[in-house]
């Protein structure tokens, strides 16, 4: 039988459905699409339910559904993988982040799947190549990570191990397009793919600022916040120095820039968290929360994301 096309997707599985597999869960009900989740945690399914139904709200903002509540009808739950999985044409793996319970998985989820069946991790940090190494049939398996939250940011960072087939990486790369996701393809994998070692690599700066006693969290925060987080929504980080050069652009900021560049490149922080250090973020990140709760700020950031993909039209 010959692999669905990626925008006649009818039917996907969600395995493990905490942050990251709710999110997908909701996006993909959003699309229309049928949704078997599996996750063994007791109170999963009605967390699920709970988590789909509080998202909902920013999928209807960003004109993703015009669905007033979620097709909870259209959302199947099982413990464990099994049967529901025959007629699944792309499994998203959003389990925990350790190799044993991924290999596991996948091995479970191949005993029950369709030969034509794409399997895609969510894993943030770990090798697709790892995942895939003691699969039956590791060609239709890749990396697809998308960038939290993904009902709401459109990044998916698509990429292979070397046993993934490039025609599976051409297939995820059409069905994120058609579910409405800005996929992103790395030509070889990577432990935290881009966005995340971007990210790695400016925390691990602001980490040692605070370290340094250059600044508060909150002022580093505050920093990012006012200046260049506004300016990368627009422009990404290359792009910043090309219109930081004036009319020469990059090749003229590199040449009358290039040289502080690189004095500041080789003055960078390298911090270990040490317990004094993890205490200091700790509690510089909480010192003016008050009473917050979490999952007041997710949703205090969850409406400003809205606001910002709005604003990008
Ligand atoms: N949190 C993030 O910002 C983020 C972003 C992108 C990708 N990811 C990746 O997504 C994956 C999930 O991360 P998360 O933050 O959603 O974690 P989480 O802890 O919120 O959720 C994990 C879920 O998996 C379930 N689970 C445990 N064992 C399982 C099993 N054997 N089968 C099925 N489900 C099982 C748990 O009950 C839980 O509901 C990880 O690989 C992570 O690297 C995380």
């Given at each position: 039988m010959a692999r669905i096309e990626p925008n006649k997707v009818t039917k996907v599985a969600i395995v493990g459905t905490g942050l990251i597999g709710a999110g997908w869960a909701a996006l993909f009900l959003a699309n229309g699409l049928k949704v078997h989740a599996i996750d063994p945690a007791p109170d999963a399914e009605v967390r699920l339910h709970d988590t789909i139904r509080s998202m909902w709200g920013s999928l209807r903002e960003l004109g993703r559904t015009s669905q007033p509540t979620p097709p909870l009808d259209a959302l199947s739950f099982s413990s464990t993988p099994g049967a529901e999985l025959a007629s699944a044409q792309l499994v998203q793996e959003s389990a925990p982040e350790k190799i044993e319970i991924k290999q596991q998985l996948l091995s479970d989820i191949e005993a029950w799947v369709s030969a034509e069946t794409i399997i895609a991790s969510s894993t943030s940090a770990?090798?697709?190549?790892?995942?895939?190494?003691?699969?039956?049939?590791?060609?239709?398996?890749?990396?697809?990570?998308?960038?939290?939250?993904?009902?709401?940011?459109?990044?998916?960072e698509v990429s292979g191990g070397p046993k993934t087939d490039d025609e599976v990486l051409d297939w995820a790369m059409s069905f994120y397009e058609w579910l409405g996701k800005t996929p992103v393809r790395l030509s070889r994998q990577i432990e935290g793919h881009i966005a995340g070692r971007l990210g790695a690599a400016m925390w691990r700066e602001a980490v040692s600022l605070v370290d340094q006693g250059v600044a508060t969290v909150a002022d580093i925060d505050a920093a990012v916040r006012n200046g260049p987080g506004p300016r990368w929504a627009t422009t990404g980080c290359h792009m910043v120095y090309h219109l930081g050069g004036g009319d020469g652009g990059m090749a003229n900021y590199l040449a009358h820039l290039g040289e502080s560049q690189q004095r500041r490149w080789d003055s960078l922080g390298t911090p270990t968290l040490t317990a004094e250090l993890c205490e200091k973020l700790t509690e510089g990140v909480t010192k003016d929360l008050g009473e917050r709760s979490i999952a007041s700020l997710v949703d205090e950031r969850d409406r400003k994301l809205v606001q910002i993909m709005q604003s990008r039209g």
């Open positions: 770990l090798l697709i190549g790892d995942i895939q190494a003691k699969a039956r049939n590791p060609g239709r398996c890749l990396a697809a990570h998308p960038f939290n939250p993904p009902h709401i940011l459109p990044l998916v």
